[in-house]
């Protein structure tokens, strides 16, 4: 991340081993936009590390790609997610279904149908984009974003007062999503129509280079670098 700003450290918002298949660390804008707050944006997710590319399910390459996955098949689905830092719900909005299963190309027409159909709207509903979602007042005015969660997993409720790493949702597949995952950013503003995107970096997790972990402080994860917080 070349940007001047210095990064906003807070707690990695979930635990075990992850990566990234978008991050500022890579590029910035982190997914090709600034819109909604996005530009230093990460998503996170699970994979099988014996394959090539992100392969985030358990069942065989072929089938999936006829059949689709099970969301309970995918490596990440129902994870749980931690509030990276103390701060006030500003907004949770739970109760979008998950499509089940997971279908590459069912779920990139539902992705473009979406921005195609938001872009056009004058009352912009982001709860079809985000999926179920969770926005966090820091005590000094940082905003993060939590989107994609599991339909019902949401732990949490408007003006309610979180503590940091308290559980707060599970990863799902809500919204705008190809895959089960994190999508998670920080912003100066809750209102995601207005919002600047902030970047952030993590307090401390590992990396695993050369057949070993290396303990990193506030870092910014590459894309697809093996991490373990």
């Not at 179920?132 to 309610?160: E, T, Y």
């Not at 979180?162 to 559980?167: A, D, M, P, T």
């Not at 089960?180 to 950013?185: I, Y």
């Not at 070993?212 to 670098?225: D, F, I, L």
């Amino acid at each position: 991340m070349s940007e001047t700003i210095d990064p906003i450290p807070v707690r990695f918002p979930l635990s075990g081993e992850w990566c990234a298949a978008n991050t500022p660390g890579h590029t910035v804008p982190s997914h090709g936009t600034d819109q909604l707050g996005q530009r230093y944006a990460y998503d996170f997710f699970q994979i099988d590390w014996e394959h090539k590319g992100y392969k985030f399910y358990k069942t065989p390459i072929l089938k999936s790609l006829i059949f689709g996955v099970k969301l309970q098949d995918t490596y990440c689905w129902s994870k749980p997610i931690y509030a990276p830092f103390d701060g006030e719900v500003i907004e949770a909005k739970d109760g979008l279904e998950e499509r089940n299963p997971v279908h590459i190309v069912r779920d990139l027409a539902v992705v473009l149908k979406n921005g195609l159909f938001f872009q056009g709207k004058s009352n912009k509903d982001l709860h079809p984009v985000l999926g179920n979602f969770i926005i966090i007042k820091k005590d000094d005015g940082i905003f993060s974003l939590i989107a994609h969660a599991r339909n019902g997993s949401i732990k949490v409720s408007p003006g309610q007062k979180v503590n940091e790493g308290q559980e707060l949702a599970q990863v799902g597949h809500s919204g705008n999503s190809t895959a089960p995952h994190l999508h998670f950013q920080l912003m100066n503003n809750p209102n995601l129509l207005e919002a600047g995107g902030l970047p952030c970096c993590f307090k401390d997790y590992q990396v695993y280079r050369d057949g070993k972990w290396e303990a990193v402080e506030h870092g910014v994860p590459g894309k697809r670098v093996r991490i373990n917080a």
